[in-house]
T-cell receptor, first 112, second 115 residues
Framework: EAQVTQNPRYLITVTGKKLTVTCSQNMNHEYMSWYRQDPGLGLRQIYYSMNVEVTDKGDVPEGYKVSRKEKRNFPLILESPSPNQTSLYFC???????????FGSGTRLTVV | AQKVTQAQTEISVVEKEDVTLDCVYETRDTTYYLFWYKQPPSGELVFLIRRNSFDEQNEISGRYSWNFQKSTSSFNFTITASQVVDSAVYFCALRANNAGNMLTFGGGTRLMVKP
């Protein structure tokens, strides 16, 4: 089944403790992206990648890192999480810019 | 810069009513793509439709229809004979050719369909 898999689905962590949210797609898509969803602010793009080793900042990249060493994986790294990064995170992939993104199921992160 | 505005934050209808969700976009690019996504209470984002800027033909898919008008920069979504299962948050999104891989979402419209 074609899908984008994110892990974990839920995560509660403490301020400053590094964490990684994994994202993997099995559709051989070139484009991958991370979004965060916050009440009243909708979905905002954090980082995106157009292919292996090619990444760029979205609207809200501060406090996040990404890497794209393999085509299928695009992990989101929070080196020192803070409470304002408490949010619902989505990973997505697409074969080209004209197609809709396929989204993962989301990761609900709480930083206390 | 590109922008998507969904002026209706919340709509409440009674089952079997028709409802239209508005979407207005801004972009300077002549080549762009518009999308609608549905986010049911379970939280996942479900792709509904895409339309490119060169295709103004309206589309109907079952109870869903989309009206794309470049003259007013709008891409509205109508649900005919709404059902309780249509209750969700609906997002309109824009991806312009010159904006790289940036997919810009509107703020979403929460649709509540009451029995």
């Amino acid at each position: 089944e074609a899908q984008v898999t994110q892990n974990p689905r839920y995560l509660i962590t403490v301020t400053g403790k590094k964490l990684t949210v994994t994202c993997s797609q099995n559709m051989n898509h070139e484009y991958m992206s991370w979004y965060r969803q916050d009440p009243g602010l909708g979905l905002r793009q954090i980082y995106y990648s157009m292919n292996v080793e090619v990444t760029d900042k979205g609207d809200v990249p501060e406090g996040y890192k990404v890497s794209r060493k393999e085509k299928r994986n695009f992990p989101l790294i929070l080196e020192s999480p803070s409470p304002n990064q408490t949010s619902l995170y989505f990973c997505a992939s697409s074969s080209d810019r004209g197609r809709g993104y396929t989204f993962g199921s989301g990761t609900r992160l709480t930083v206390v | 810069a590109q922008k998507v505005t969904q002026a209706q934050t919340e709509i409440s209808v009674v089952e079997k009513e028709d409802v239209t969700l508005d979407c207005v976009y801004e972009t300077r690019d002549t080549t762009y793509y518009l999308f609608w996504y549905k986010q049911p209470p379970s939280g996942e984002l479900v792709f509904l439709i895409r339309r490119n800027s060169f295709d103004e033909q309206n589309e109907i898919s079952g109870r869903y229809s989309w009206n794309f008008q470049k003259s007013t920069s709008s891409f509205n979504f109508t649900i005919t004979a709404s059902q309780v299962v249509d209750s969700a948050v609906y997002f309109c999104a824009l991806r312009a050719n010159n904006a790289g891989n940036m997919l810009t979402f509107g703020g979403g419209t929460r649709l509540m369909v009451k029995p």
